[in-house]
């Protein structure tokens, strides 16, 4: 099939350091769009389109470019990066995207955009990556907790989820207490390669109105937990791991970017010191943990991926305030990196939005809102930086991982049938 493309020149030079917030976020300009490319010099956009646009088609789609477009870069500011450790000239031994060998070996397998399943190895990765973090939470005695999957609807809209990142939410449904409808939907849901068919069949009013989302992050659960009260003896430092959930389109692509990936974090909820205390002695010792591993990476000042009317004032604010430090490990096969974790601070975000405030006696004024933080590592993105530096071979592979992996393994079984 001959490709389709649409070049479209940008209302307002895109700055470099904006090239992938707007190459992102036309992922969600419309339906019709396979892939969009930001030329380097910020002057073209390339939209690689699945069907031939009619005349007003195309302008439609101009148009929303346009506006994504002048909301990120109209006026843009460049902030200045903040680079706290800077560790990408340690030696590397692989130069390969891993997926492909992943998939060939049956190491992983995709089941959908943004969905894919690991073998023993990557799994594996994941639990030695696992044990450093678990590590670093018994450094600061973190309580662990459990969160579920889903979240209310209610918990994101008081916490304004729905304005910073609506490309990004995944809603979960059910078939309405009905029994003719569920009987309809018994006897007509089928499936195509990729979408269930019985769901246009029995049409959207099958569906209960939506009340829960698949949780995006891991802490939330945490603050709501603890809101509208005091917060009990005025610090509180928990860990815990869950399945997250962002939609992120044609951004989709392989280990890198998933749907449902995995997120270990340690959050710290207190006073204001407390918080940016525990941040940074959670970066230092990281920083150890990462140089005994040998990952090549830096450490540098972020912003969120907000949607477009939030981008410009929230990462602006994130990026005056610091609130935002990325780790971003090298990926030697493009010469680029990529956030494996962040080490982040709310201020008193949660604290004045939930209603939780710090009681009698904790330095700040009874009542004021607690302040919160959180070191959050995304686990499938550590195991598949490490295998992008080190390949898939375990004799490859750095000692501690190596040796770890070994004893710490599961016994094999041991007749052998
Ligand atoms: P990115 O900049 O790559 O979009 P982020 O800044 O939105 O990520 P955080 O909100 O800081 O990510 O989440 C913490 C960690 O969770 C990230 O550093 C990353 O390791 C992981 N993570 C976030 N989004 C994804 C995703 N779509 N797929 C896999 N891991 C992810
Ligand atoms: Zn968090
Ligand atoms: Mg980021």
């Given amino acids: 099939m001959p490709e389709i493309t649409l070049e479209i020149v940008p209302a307002v030079v895109i700055p470099t350091h904006l090239t992938g917030e707007v190459q992102s976020k036309l992922a969600y300009v419309d339906q019709g769009i396979a892939k969009a490319v ?8 390339t939209l690689h389109l699945h069907q031939q646009p009619n005349s007003a088609e195309r302008s439609r789609l101009e148009e929303k470019v346009q506006r994504v477009v002048t909301s990120l870069a109209r006026g843009a500011i460049q902030p200045k990066v903040q680079v706290l450790e800077d560790f990408m000239d340690r030696p590397v031994r692989y130069h390969q995207d891993p997926n492909d060998v992943l ?10 955009q943004g969905i894919f399943t690991l073998g023993p190895l990557v799994t594996r990765l994941i639990e030695f990556f696992e ?122 692509r392989s280990l890198e970017r998933l749907w449902n990936f995995t997120m270990r974090e340690i959050i710290f909820v207190g006073s204001k010191d407390f918080v940016l205390q525990n941040r940074e002695l959670a970066r ?11 990952l090549a990476y830096r450490v540098e000042s972020a912003n969120d991926p907000f949607f477009i009317g939030e981008f410009r004032k929230q990462a602006a ?78 004799a490859n592979w750095p000692a501690v991982v190596r040796d770890w992996i070994k004893t710490s393994a599961a016994p094999q079984n041991p007749g052998g049938a």
Wanted: net charge negative.
């Fill in 131 to 252: 044990n450093q973090f678990l590590g670093l939470a018994a450094s600061f005695n973190a309580a662990p907790y459990r969160f579920p999957t889903l979240i209310p609807a209610r918990y994101l809209e008081r916490v304004n989820y729905f304005r910073a990142f609506p490309h990004s939410l995944s809603f979960a449904t059910h078939l309405r207490e009905d029994l003719d409808v569920i009987d309809d939907f018994a006897q007509h849901a089928a499936c195509d390669h990729e979408h269930l068919l019985g769901a246009l069949n029995t049409s959207a009013e099958s569906f209960a109105p939506i009340q829960t989302l698949l949780s995006p992050a891991v802490c939330y659960h945490l603050y709501f937990s603890l809101a509208d009260k005091p917060l009990p003896g005025g610090q509180l430092v928990a860990t815990a791991v869950g399945n997250c959930f962002r939609y992120e389109s044609f951004n989709l």
């Fill in 317 to 394: 604010f994130q990026s005056a305030f610091q609130l935002k430090y990325e780790i971003r490990a090298s990926l030697p096969f493009k010469n680029a990196t990529l956030a494996v974790g962040s080490y982040n601070y709310h201020q008193d975000f949660f604290g004045r939005n939930l209603n939780i405030s710090l009681p009698d006696g904790s330095g700040a004024p009874a009542g004021a809102p607690v302040h919160t933080g959180c070191v959050a590592f995304g686990l499938e993105r550590m195991a598949y930086a490490f295998l992008a530096q080190f390949g898939p071979e375990p």
């Fill in 284 to 294: 230092q010792e990281m920083a150890q943990r990462l140089e005994k591993i040998g």
């Fill in 103 to 112: 998939l060939a070996r049956g190491e992983m397998s995709q089941e959908a």
């Fill in 38 to 45: 930001v030329s380097a010099d910020g002057l073209h956009i």
